[in-house]
C-alpha cells in the first residue's frame, strides 16, 4: 500500500495552515485582552489612587491630600439667646472640632475669634424648637462645620475640619 504523492503533499500544507491560523487567533485573543486590560486599568485607576482626594497646589497641578492623624480642638462654650418662640430661651453649648493634624488645628487656634463670631451669629438666629431634636442638633452641626470651613482670608483655602462633636447642650 503505497500512499498517492499528490494526497500527501495536500495534507502538509493544510496541516501548517491550520496551524497558523490557531497561532493568529491566539495572537489577536492576547492583544485583545492586554488592550482590554490596559483600558480598565486606565478607566478606573488604582485603588490607591481613588481612594486619595486630590488637592491643588499653588502651581495649579494636582496633589495628593496629605494624611494626618486626627487633632480635637476644644472650642470654649457658647451662651446666647435663642430667636424668641416661648418667652425668653438661651442655649448654652460646647463643642469639639476633629482637624486634620497640628497645623490646622494651630491655624484654627490663630484664627478662633473669626471661629466664634461665625457661630455666635449663627447660634443667635436659631429658635429652640429648630435645635431641640436630635436630628435639629445633627443639622446644626452640619452648619457650624460649614461656618468653621469658610477661609480665614479672601481667596485662602477652606479649614480641614472633618466633625463638630457636641460636648455640652443645654436649651433654657
Known amino acids: 500500500m503505497k500512499a498517492d504523492p499528490k494526497a500527501e503533499a495536500a495534507a502538509a500544507p493544510a496541516a501548517g495552515g491550520k496551524n497558523k491560523l490557531f ?3 491566539g495572537a489577536v485573543v492576547l492583544v485583545l485582552g492586554l488592550g482590554g486590560g490596559a483600558g480598565w486599568y486606565f478607566m478606573h485607576g488604582s485603588s490607591a489612587e481613588a481612594s486619595e482626594p486630590a488637592r491643588k497646589d499653588h502651581d495649579g497641578g494636582k496633589k495628593k491630600k496629605e494624611e494626618h492623624p486626627p487633632e480635637y480642638l ?5 451662651t446666647v439667646n435663642l ?3 416661648n418667652g425668653d430661651q438661651y442655649l448654652q453649648v460646647a463643642f469639639t472640632l ?3 493634624g497640628a497645623e490646622q488645628a494651630d491655624n484654627i487656634k490663630k484664627n ?3 471661629v466664634r463670631s461665625r457661630v455666635l451669629l449663627l447660634l443667635s438666629g436659631k429658635k429652640a424648637s429648630e435645635i431641640n431634636t436630635v436630628e435639629g442638633k445633627q443639622q446644626l452641626a452640619g452648619e457650624i462645620l460649614a461656618a468653621v470651613k469658610l477661609p480665614f482670608a479672601e481667596h485662602g483655602e477652606e479649614q480641614e475640619v472633618s466633625d463638630v462633636l457636641f460636648t ?3 436649651i433654657q
Open 23 to 25: 497561532m493568529m487567533i
Open 74 to 78: 476644644a472650642v470654649e462654650p457658647f
Open 83 to 85: 430667636q424668641p418662640e
Open 98 to 100: 476633629q482637624v486634620n
Open 112 to 114: 478662633m475669634a473669626k
Open 168 to 170: 455640652s447642650f443645654i
